[in-house]
């Protein structure tokens, strides 16, 4: 599975849209991308994921660049409870052991 | 509450003990896992189950022994463990889907916060 980059923490204050950005330069074309994130002392939690086309549900937006090489993960209105840490995945579609490899992260804060 | 649980929530052994974690998922799934979470450190999957099958091993030491009864239930085996084994134990479960398809999301349960005397 490709790697991916991540900035270590970001900033947001409450209300505004958290951009969380991610790159996966070397990701081939049936690997998908997926965010999830993890709120201190509790696991980790499914966001959204996708493969090439821009993707929307009730917790965030997923805009994938043309190339595929990078994605942003949008939370339109942050709130505190969304003070976490935050993994961007790549992964092949349909092997056997859909194992996820987790980096570091982003450390998301949301400030009032 | 995601329907995944996991039992006990915190656990303190000496080096000489044997313990088990057990995880129990209610969401009819086919696929469950072990993760280890040390401070500071990224996640690390341990096991995976699939269809009660053992379908990877990440170079986890024997002292982790893992066993799948059924599709709901994943325990985690620990005996003469050190005192680095201390973590946060994660177990998950997804719906495995059919070649080709883009994986399901996993869910995980709350964890064990493991330490090691």
């Known amino acids: 599975d490709a790697k991916t980059t991540q900035p270590p923490s970001m900033d947001c204050a409450e209300g505004r849209a958290a951009n969380l950005p991610c790159n996966h330069s070397t990701i081939s074309g049936n690997e998908y991308v997926y965010w999830y994130r993890q709120i201190h002392s509790q696991g980790p939690q499914y966001i959204i994921h996708g493969l090439k086309n821009n993707e929307t549900n009730e917790m965030a937006s997923l805009i994938i660049t043309e190339d595929r090489k990078s994605s942003t993960l949008i939370l339109p209105h942050a709130t505190l409870r969304d003070t976490a840490v935050y993994y961007c995945i790549v992964r092949v579609a349909g092997n056997q052991g859909g194992k996820l490899i987790f980096g570091q992260g982003t450390e998301l804060s949301v400030k009032p | 509450e995601t329907g995944v649980t996991q039992t006990p929530r915190h656990l303190v052994m000496g080096m000489t003990n044997k313990k088990s974690l057990k995880c129990e998922q209610h969401l009819g799934h086919n696929a469950m896992y072990w993760y280890k979470q040390s401070a500071k450190k990224p996640l690390e999957l341990m096991f995976v189950?699939?269809?009660?099958?053992?379908?990877e091993n990440n170079s986890v030491p024997s002292r982790f022994s893992p066993e799948c009864p059924n599709s709901s239930h994943l325990f985690l085996h620990l005996h003469t463990l050190q005192p680095e084994d201390s973590a946060l134990y994660l177990c998950a479960s997804s719906q495995e889907p059919v070649s080709g398809s883009p994986y399901n999301e996993q869910f995980f349960g709350p964890g064990t916060r493991l330490t090691v005397l």
């Open positions: 189950y699939s269809l009660e099958e053992r379908v």
